[in-house]
Every structure is written in structure tokens, then in C-alpha cells.
């Protein structure tokens, strides 16, 4: 099942590699959270790495989107990642957010 | 009566048609840059003249020669203001320039006085047009003496900064930062920035911050450092902050500053012996 906007790739026993497009719409996140869960489920999945390489900015907006995914796994016990996050958008959400965030991060995935 | 006359000679002069001057101006380039300062040789200061005297006439033979805004004045700007870039490049004092412009324009008044055989000297207007345009050069000559100091000052700046913060890879994956001085907003800034594109160069797992070396800590700048953290930690990377003085460890209680989400240990060799521990690193003593 293709998702639109995104690419979404088994990588692994239980792993899965979210590559977020260009043409991602988050405005419409309720479909595409339900989408991307059903999928790794499907496929018995326990972690999604989501790939954020590219991304020079971590605004609100966008924080709201990921914090949102990462609920969403987190209560169908999927642990969210997010991964290769530019210095740029590591400064600007550093600079808004007042606590820990809803996902783990990781420089990368495991090998 | 007295006004038409000087009017006059100043027409007398816009219209001059300048012979050969420079080698009387050479004798000022001499005294300024070759006698003690050593900064030029004759062949140059020959070159320096004869560059003058053909920017000059075309000054003096242009259509509104008082004018600031004509072409042929800020090509005696940019004259001045590259020959004061040179002279301070080679170790030369913005004095030498200056006083090098105020001799050349009473050695040119001179120079045309007897190139022509009209008495400029005894004509205000004269001597007022070459005071007006002579001040405006000098003040090309400070403002790139100042703009070369301000380089200066800010590479000098910069380098400080540089040095203040090394950022070393002291293990595979394992970045070092130790802070020394004062930790004002603008450097945690440049620190952060730093560490953050180093964290991606290097793809580091760990990074320990030492405060040792830092002694006072406002509120802006604790928040600053816990930003920092977060943004290390956001990247995927472990921070750990070792050295804090009881001095900082107060003020950041005093300022309310949550430190729960941040590892910290006492010196440095535990904050490392902390990195190598989550990296699955042992280090031990040889046997024997």
C-alpha cells in the first residue's frame, strides 16, 4: 500500500523507514498517521525511524505533525525515531520547545 | 572687486593645462614613505606621483570640478584610499598618509603656482577649493583606516572565540567542549552553531560540555546552555555536562532552570568515563 507524499520502507525485523516528500500535505496528518500505523502494523513493525535529512526547518507546525505520529505509534506500541536531523532544524526546535519531545532521536539508523 | 579676481584664478586653474608636475611631488612621496619609514621605493613613489598629477587634471579639467559626486573625484578617492590600504598592509601609520595628503596639497598649490605663473597661493577661492577637496580625501584615507580596523578587530575576535572553544573529537563518536571565560548569549550562540554542524560532521554519539572553566552565568545564558543540550540531544547525540562550580550550580537553582533531563558529573574524566560507558567503550590498564 503506497502512502502519498511519503515513502515508507521495511528495513529490517520490525523496522521501518519513514522518507517524508515534498509533496507530504501534514494538513491532512489524520489520514496520513492512520495510513503510515496501519502499515507498519500490517507488517508487525515496533519502530519507525522517520528520516528528517533535508529538512532545514523544524517549525511549530511541523513539530506538532511529528509529536502527533509519535502519540499515534506510541498507543499502538510503535516507538517513533526521528533521525539525520539538520544542525538548522536540532537549533530551531531547540529554541521552542520547553521539554522532552514526544519522539526519540537518533543520529541515524542502528547498523 | 577682490572676489572677481580670486573667482578668477580659480577659472584660471579648472582651465590650466598641467605639465609635468610630478616630479616636483615626488620629493613629498620621498619624505613620507622612503627616508625612515622605509615603506616604498622611488620607483614606487615615482609611479604614486604621476598617478596623482593624471587623477588630479582630470579633476581639474572636468566639467564641474568642485562637484563630489563626478567620477574623476572618487577616482581620487579610491586613490587615497588604496594607497592608505597599502601603507597599513605593509606596518605604515595612518598618521604618515594623512600628513603625506596634507604636504601634497600645499607641494601642489606650489607645483602649479610655477608650472602656470599665476599666483594661487594669494587666491582664497583656490586655496579654500583645495582645503574642501583635500578634507574629503583625508576622510577617505580614516574611513578605510577604520574599516581596515574593524577587520581587524572582528578576525581578531573571531579567532579569540575559535580558540576559546575547541571543539576535539577526543574518541571515535566522542566530541569534547570544554567552555573557558565569560558565556555571553552572541558566543553560545556561535558555540551551539559550531557543535551542532560538528555533532553532523562527525556523526559524534556523545558530547561532554566543561564548564570548568566558566565562573559567572546569567539567566539568558543558562537558558541558552539548556537549549544547547536539547538541541545535541535532538540530533541524536548524548550530552553531559561536567565541571559545574557550586557558584553556577547556585544560580542556575536561583534561576529555576530545570536540569533533570541533563546528565552532569563533577569533572571532565567522569563525564568521559560516563560517554565511553553508553558507547559500550572499556577502557582499562594494560596487564602486567
Known amino acids: 500500500m503506497a502512502i502519498s507524499g511519503m515513502h515508507l520502507t521495511r528495513i529490517g525485523k520490525g523496522n521501518f523507514l519513514l522518507e517524508p516528500l515534498r509533496s507530504m500535505n501534514i494538513a491532512d496528518q489524520g489520514r496520513l498517521m492512520q495510513e503510515v500505523v496501519a502499515q507498519v502494523r500490517q507488517g508487525q513493525g515496533v519502530r519507525l525511524y522517520y528520516d528528517l535529512n533535508g529538512l532545514p526547518v523544524i517549525d511549530p507546525v511541523y513539530y506538532d505533525w511529528l509529536?502527533?505520529?509519535?502519540?499515534?505509534?506510541?498507543?499502538v506500541n510503535i516507538e517513533m525515531i526521528c533521525i539525520n536531523m539538520e544542525p538548522t532544524a536540532a537549533f530551531t526546535l531547540s529554541?521552542?520547545?520547553?521539554?522532552?519531545?514526544?519522539?526519540?532521536?537518533?543520529?541515524?539508523v542502528p547498523d | 572687486m577682490q572676489k572677481k579676481e580670486t573667482s578668477e584664478k580659480l577659472a584660471t586653474l579648472f582651465g590650466l593645462k598641467i605639465g609635468n608636475i610630478s616630479g616636483q611631488l615626488e620629493e613629498t612621496g620621498r619624505a613620507f614613505f622612503c627616508a625612515d619609514t622605509m615603506l616604498m621605493d622611488e620607483d614606487e613613489v615615482a609611479d604614486l606621483s604621476s598617478e596623482f598629477v593624471n587623477l588630479i587634471s582630470g579633476l581639474l579639467s572636468a566639467k564641474e570640478p568642485a562637484k563630489r559626486t563626478i567620477p574623476q573625484f572618487h577616482a581620487l578617492e579610491i586613490?587615497?584610499?588604496?594607497?592608505?590600504?597599502?601603507?597599513?598592509?605593509?606596518?605604515?601609520?595612518?598618521?604618515?598618509?594623512?600628513?603625506?595628503?596634507?604636504?601634497?596639497?600645499?607641494?601642489?598649490?606650489?607645483?602649479?603656482?610655477?608650472?602656470?605663473?599665476?599666483?594661487?597661493?594669494?587666491?582664497?577661492?583656490?586655496?579654500?577649493?583645495?582645503?574642501?577637496?583635500?578634507?574629503?580625501?583625508?576622510?577617505?584615507?580614516?574611513?578605510?583606516?577604520?574599516g581596515e580596523r574593524e577587520k581587524t578587530l572582528k578576525a581578531q575576535e573571531m579567532e579569540l572565540r575559535e580558540t576559546s572553544t575547541p571543539i576535539t573529537e577526543i574518541w571515535d563518536g566522542v566530541l569534547?567542549?570544554?567552555?573557558?571565560?565569560?558565556?555571553?548569549?552572541?558566543?553560545?550562540?556561535?558555540?551551539?552553531?559550531?557543535?551542532?554542524?560538528?555533532?553532523?560532521?562527525?556523526?559524534?554519539?556523545?558530547?561532554?560540555?566543561?564548564?570548568?572553566?566558566?565562573?559567572?552565568?546569567?539567566?539568558?545564558?543558562?537558558?541558552?546552555?539548556?537549549?544547547?543540550?536539547?538541541?545535541?540531544?535532538?540530533?541524536?547525540?548524548?550530552?553531559?555536562?561536567?565541571?559545574?562550580?557550586?557558584?553556577?550550580?547556585?544560580?542556575?537553582?536561583s534561576l529555576n532552570i530545570d536540569l533533570s533531563g541533563v546528565t552532569t558529573r563533577a569533572s571532565l574524566s567522569d563525564g568521559l568515563k560516563e560517554a565511553f560507558s553508553r558507547m559500550g567503550i572499556q577502557v582499562s590498564q594494560k596487564a602486567g
Open chain 1, 67 to 75: 509529536s502527533n505520529l509519535a502519540r499515534t505509534c506510541r498507543i
Open chain 1, 95 to 108: 529554541s521552542f520547545l520547553s521539554g522532552k519531545p514526544e519522539f526519540a532521536t537518533a543520529l541515524a
Open chain 2, 79 to 146: 586613490f587615497f584610499s588604496e594607497l592608505a590600504h597599502r601603507m597599513l598592509m605593509r606596518g605604515g601609520q595612518v598618521e604618515d598618509v594623512v600628513r603625506y595628503a596634507q604636504q601634497l596639497q600645499y607641494s601642489l598649490i606650489a607645483a602649479l603656482e610655477r608650472d602656470s605663473g599665476v599666483v594661487f597661493t594669494q587666491s582664497r577661492s583656490v586655496l579654500l577649493y583645495f582645503a574642501q577637496l583635500f578634507d574629503e580625501l583625508i576622510m577617505a584615507i580614516f574611513h578605510t583606516y577604520l
Open chain 2, 176 to 253: 569534547t567542549l570544554p567552555i573557558i571565560g565569560t558565556l555571553d548569549s552572541s558566543r553560545t550562540m556561535l558555540v551551539m552553531e559550531a557543535l551542532l554542524n560538528r555533532i553532523a560532521k562527525d556523526h559524534a554519539r556523545a558530547v561532554v560540555m566543561d564548564l570548568t572553566g566558566v565562573r559567572n552565568i546569567d539567566s539568558q545564558v543558562s537558558h541558552h546552555l539548556i537549549q544547547m543540550v536539547r538541541a545535541v540531544q535532538l540530533m541524536g547525540a548524548d550530552a553531559i555536562i561536567t565541571g559545574i562550580h557550586p557558584e553556577i550550580a547556585r544560580a542556575l537553582v
